[in-house]
């Protein structure tokens, strides 16, 4: 969306961070935060800390930095593809973070409570594969019905 006031596309690009800044603040103030506390014991901590805080950085940012370099029908195009099938992606994304849940559960949560359970096993890839095969099927499904009705 273009800023009202701003004729000048790099002060409006400069304006939209500044507001969009506070609204990442709740996610990225504990992450800033433990980056600094955890390598303020040492300079080698300090350095490890931040350089994982410029990797979240970077990560958080790529799709805001790279999005504007698209040229404008691809944009549109991708957009409106997002919007087609954001009931799938929801879908999709919502069986990942369930895998993820369970993944942690069960390597960080019943090592602490049930002794000797181990969490080493070599079956890890098969749930990962399990769980890529589910979500990849429910974004098909998803894909295809909204192109049998019409999406």
Request: charged share 5%; net charge positive; with cysteine.
């Amino acid at each position: 969306a273009q800023l009202p006031l701003m004729k000048n596309p790099y002060v409006a690009a400069y304006v939209y961070g500044l507001m969009f800044g506070p609204m990442t603040l709740p996610c990225t103030g504990p992450i800033i935060t433990g980056a600094l506390l955890v390598g303020a014991g040492s300079a080698p901590m300090l350095g490890a800390s931040l350089a994982n805080f410029v990797a979240f950085g970077i990560g958080f940012g790529w799709p805001l930095a790279l999005l504007p370099l698209i040229a404008l029908p691809v944009q549109r195009r991708l957009v409106s593809w997002l919007g087609k099938h954001h009931q799938v992606l929801e879908r999709a994304s919502g069986l990942l973070l369930i895998a993820v849940g369970v993944f942690g559960i069960i390597t960080e949560l019943l090592p602490h409570f049930i002794p000797d359970f181990a969490t080493d096993t070599p079956f890890w890839w098969a749930y990962w594969l399990v769980a890529a095969a589910l979500i990849v099927g429910v974004a098909w499904q998803g894909v295809r019905g909204a192109k049998a009705v019409g999406g």
